[in-house]
C-alpha cells in the first residue's frame, strides 16, 4: 500500500483526538538521535502538521514544536527549496547551510519504514536559479547558502555515467541529433543542455514537481518531458526517429570521414543505403572515407574497455621505445570511466626533450606499427600552435597540437577479454586511434580539454568567458582582466584559477 494514502485517508475523529495529545516527545521515546525534525506548517496546514508531528515521534523520531537552533531536517510540502529559504530567513535563521531541507515524501517513507531512510535528490528541497544569493544586496550577512541549487553550466554539476533518467535523456539526444542535421544550432543547444543537465540529477523525475528549479529546461523541453511522464514516449522523438533524412544522415554520418556536408550531397543523389553508395562507380571517396567503407563493421561495433586497454599497452610500448620519459594518458570518454566508445585518445607529452623529438615522435610510432603491419590508416595534422597567440574563443574549435588519426589492426590475440572473437579466419579488429602530442607547458589544458566530455568542455568555456572575463582552451587560460597568461601544472589548478570546485574526469559526462 501506498504510504502516503495511508496517511491521508485517516479519519478526521483521530486526527483531531491525536492533536489534542500533542506533545513534545520525552528523551526516552526517542529512538534516532541524530535527527531533530522540525514540520513546516506553511501550506501544509494545522491538522496534517499536527498528525505528522504525532506519528512521527510514535516511530521514535525527536520532532520540535518551534524552530530551534538544535533542528536538522525541515520537513515541508508543497513548498519548493527557495519557499522554504525565504521562510528560514524571515525566520532570522542565519546559516541553514547546516539543515536538510525535505519534502514531505521522505518524512511518509520513513513512518513506513519505521526508521530514518535515505534522503535521496527526489526528497530533497532544490532552490530555484534565480534565487537571489542574498535577500537585501547590501547586507553584510552571510547569504542564506544555496542549498542543493542546480547550476546552468555543466562545469560546475557532477555528472556520473549514473544516469537515472535516460528515458529522457535519449529522447532529448535524439532531438539534437536531428537538430545538428538540421544545422539548427539554436534547437540543437535547447536540447543538448536539457539532456545534460537531466544526466547530472541524483533523482529520477516523476512528476512534473520534479523539475522545478532545474535550470535549462524551458517551456518546450518540459513539453516533452511532461507527455514523455505521461505518454510513456514523446511524438517528436517517434516522428524524428521515423524521419527518412534522420535516418540516412545517422546512417551516413557513421562512416568514418563522413560529415553532414557529405551526407547532405548523398541524402539529396536519392541514396537511401550505404550499400548503393559503395557499388556507385560516379562517387569519389575521400582516402578516409575509402578507409571508413573498407573496415565498417568493426569501426561501428564500439570499442570495448578491454580494447582501448590493449591498445594503451601498444601506444605505451611505441612511444616509450624513443622517448622514454614520456606521459601517455589515456583520454576522452574512457578516461571518464566509460565501458566502450568510438575510438580510443590518447595524449602525449615529454618534459624533457627537444621541440624535433617532440616533432618526430608520432612519426617514428606510425612507421613502427607500419613496419608491423598493424597501421590501417593514418592521418597527420602538424602543430599550428603559436605560444603566445591568445586562446581561440570559439566553443568547439579544434586545438592546434600535432595529431594523428588512425585505424590500428589489433590482433586479437592482444585483448584480454573472455569473449571468443567472433569472426573465423579474421584475427583483428580495426580501431580508431587519437593520437595527440602537446608540449609540456600545456599538458594541463590539453588534458583537461581531451577528456570532455564535449558538453562539459563547451560549458567550462562558456563559464570562463561569461563568469570570469577569461578565455580558456586546450593550450591556455587568459585573464582578460589581468591582461596575463594563468599557468596551470595539473587539472586541479585550471579549475581553482576558475574558482570552480574540482571535477574528478568521471564526474564530467555531462
Ligand atoms: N575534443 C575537443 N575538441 C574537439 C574534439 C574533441 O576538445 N574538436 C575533446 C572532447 C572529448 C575528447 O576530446 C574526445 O573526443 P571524442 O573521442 O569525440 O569523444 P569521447 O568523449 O571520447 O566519446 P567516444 O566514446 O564517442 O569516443
Ligand atoms: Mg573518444
Redesign the pocket.
Known amino acids: 500500500m501506498d504510504p502516503l494514502q495511508a496517511v491521508r485517508l485517516e479519519p478526521r475523529k483521530k486526527r483531531s483526538r491525536q492533536m489534542g495529545a500533542s506533545r513534545t516527545s520525552l528523551p526516552q521515546d526517542v529512538k534516532f538521535r541524530d535527527l531533530v525534525l522540525f514540520i513546516l506548517e506553511k501550506k501544509m496546514g494545522t491538522t496534517r502538521r499536527a498528525f505528522l508531528m504525532e506519528l512521527a515521534r510514535r516511530k521514535g523520531f525527536r520532532v520540535e514544536n518551534e524552530l530551534s537552533d538544535s533542528v536538522t531536517h525541515i520537513v515541508a510540502e508543497n513548498n519548493s527549496g527557495s519557499d522554504v529559504l525565504e521562510w528560514l530567513q524571515v525566520q532570522k535563521v542565519k546559516d541553514s547551510s547546516q539543515l536538510e531541507l525535505l519534502d514531505v515524501s521522505w518524512l511518509i517513507e520513513c513512518m513506513g519504514a519505521g526508521r530514518p531512510v535515505e534522503m535521496t535528490g527526489k526528497h530533497q528541497l532544490v532552490v530555484r536559479q534565480d534565487y537571489p544569493a542574498s535577500p537585501n544586496p547590501g547586507s553584510q550577512e552571510a547569504p542564506a547558502l544555496a542549498v542543493h541549487r542546480i547550476s546552468e553550466y555543466a562545469c560546475k554539476r557532477r555528472t556520473t555515467l549514473n544516469n537515472c533518467n535516460r528515458i529522457f535523456t535519449d529522447a532529448f539526444e535524439i532531438l539534437a541529433e536531428n537538430s545538428e542535421f538540421r544545422e539548427n544550432e539554436d534547437s540543437y543547444v535547447t536540447f543538448i543542455r536539457a539532456a545534460s543537465v537531466l544526466k547530472s540529477l541524483p533523482f529520477p523525475i516523476v512528476s512534473m514537481k520534479d523539475t522545478e528549479g532545474i535550470p535549462c529546461l524551458g517551456d518546450k523541453v518540459k513539453g516533452i518531458i511532461e507527455e514523455i511522464i505521461e505518454e510513456g514516449e514523446s511524438s517528436e522523438v517517434k516522428a524524428v526517429l521515423n524521419d527518412e533524412r534522420y535516418q540516412c544522415f545517422k546512417l551516413f554520418t557513421a562512416v568514418f570521414g563522413v560529415g553532414l556536408k557529405t551526407s547532405e550531397k548523398w541524402f539529396r543523389m536519392g541514396f537511401r543505403t550505404l550499400s548503393k553508395i559503395r557499388e556507385d562507380k560516379s562517387l569519389k571517396f575521400t582516402r578516409m572515407q575509402q578507409a571508413g567503407f573498407r573496415y565498417y563493421e568493426d569501426l561501428v561495433s564500439c570499442v570495448t574497455r578491454a580494447e582501448a586497454e590493449a591498445v594503451d599497452v601498444l601506444v605505451k610500448e611505441a612511444v616509450r621505445a624513443y622517448l622514454p620519459g614520456a606521459f601517455i594518458t589515456m583520454?576522452?570518454?574512457?578516461r571518464?570511466g566509460?565501458k566502450?566508445?568510438?575510438?580510443v585518445?590518447f595524449l602525449i607529452t615529454s618534459p624533457e626533450s627537444t621541440e624535433e623529438d617532440e616533432q618526430q615522435l608520432l612519426h617514428k610510432v606510425v612507421n613502427l606499427w607500419e613496419k608491423k603491419g598493424l597501421l590501417l590508416y593514418h592521418d597527420f595534422m602538424e602543430s599550428t600552435f603559436e605560444k603566445l597567440k591568445q586562446p581561440s574563443r570559439k566553443v568547439?574549435a579544434?586545438?592546434h597540437f600535432q595529431k594523428c588519426f588512425l585505424i590500428l589492426k589489433l590482433p586479437h590475440e592482444r585483448v584480454d577479454s573472455d569473449r571468443p572473437s567472433q569472426q573465423e579466419g579474421k584475427n583483428w579488429k580495426a580501431i580508431r586511434v587519437?593520437l595527440v602530442m602537446c608540449p609540456y607547458e600545456c599538458h594541463a589544458f590539453a588534458l583537461l580539454?581531451?577528456?570532455?566530455?564535449?558538453q562539459f568542455?563547451r560549458d567550462l568555456r562558456r563559464y570562463a568567458t561569461h563568469e570570469r572575463r577569461m578565455i580558456l582552451d586546450?593550450h591556455a587560460l587568459y585573464d582578460k582582466t589581468k591582461r596575463m597568461f594563468l599557468q596551470a601544472e595539473s587539472e586541479e589548478e585550471i579549475f581553482a584559477h576558475l574558482g570552480l570546485d574540482y571535477i574528478e574526469p568521471w564526474e564530467r559526462n555531462a
Open positions: 583520454t576522452g570518454g574512457f571518464r566509460k566502450i566508445g568510438h575510438d585518445d568547439d579544434l586545438d587519437d580539454g581531451w577528456t570532455g566530455s564535449r568542455e586546450n
